[in-house]
């Protein structure tokens, strides 16, 4: 099992400030044949169902803001936002789809205002 | 419009059965990879179990191996997700998602495994 690692567990963040989420993967999530990375970020508010945010690893979902970027490569990739807005208090999560059809995720980090 | 709508939550006692149904509106359902995810109270998420779209391949956690069974009903647009020999553990909001083309999830149903 492909097992993703989050870091920090939580972190304040000022508001216009950037935000910093990294994910790790036991194993790469880099398929060869096309080149592309198996991996999205997801935002999760209460009570809500996760929103994705990103896939292939830095290709923004429709509609997301263009403060919210990823990055990455082989087993490390980073959520940036690079300027917090109040309503992206949320937790964030890692996932890879790597695995056809049994993906797992990080275990989440809160993002909250300083 | 692509609809997942999730029911059949509930509270029941460890060692009972539940039937969670996963009704999908909006897309050619039978074409398409459904995927179970649960999220225990105040915790992250786990994926739980996957059918494929065309040919019904299943896949499961280890935790739920041989408790749960996912099978699809095309005529009824309608993923179902038997869990049998439920846990405490299992206690936890259970979301469906379309897991292939365009991915979305459904609101999710709560599911409670209390004596």
């Known amino acids: 099992d492909i097992v993703m690692t989050q870091s920090p567990d939580s972190l304040a963040v000022s508001l216009g400030e950037r935000a910093t989420i990294n994910c790790k993967s036991s194993q790469s999530v880099l398929y060869s044949s096309n080149s592309k990375h198996y991996l999205a970020w997801y935002q999760q508010k209460p009570g809500q169902p996760p929103k994705l945010l990103i896939y292939w690893a830095s290709t923004r979902e429709s509609g997301v803001p263009d403060r919210f970027s990823g990055s990455g490569s082989g087993t490390d990739f980073t959520l940036t936002i690079s300027s917090l807005q109040a309503e992206d208090v949320a937790v964030y999560y890692c996932?890879?789809?790597?695995?056809?059809?049994?993906?797992?995720f990080g275990q989440g980090t809160k993002v909250e205002i300083k | 419009e692509v609809q997942l709508v999730e029911s059949g939550g509930g509270l029941v006692q460890p060692g009972e059965s539940l039937r969670l149904s996963c009704a999908a509106s909006?897309?050619?359902?039978?074409?398409?990879?459904i995927i179970w995810v649960r999220q225990a109270p105040g915790k992250g998420l786990e994926w739980v179990s996957s059918i494929s779209g065309s040919v019904d391949t299943t896949y499961y956690a280890d935790s739920v191996k041989g408790r749960f069974t996912i099978f699809r009903d095309n005529s009824k647009n309608t993923v179902y997700l038997q869990m049998n020999s439920l846990r405490a553990e299992d206690t936890a909001v259970y979301y469906c998602?379309?897991?292939?083309?365009?991915?979305?999830w459904g609101q999710g149903t709560l599911v409670t495994v209390s004596s």
């Open positions: 996932q890879q789809y790597y695995t056809t059809l049994m993906w797992t």
């Open positions: 998602v379309k897991a292939s083309g365009a991915w979305f």
């Open positions: 909006g897309f050619t359902f039978s074409s398409y990879a």
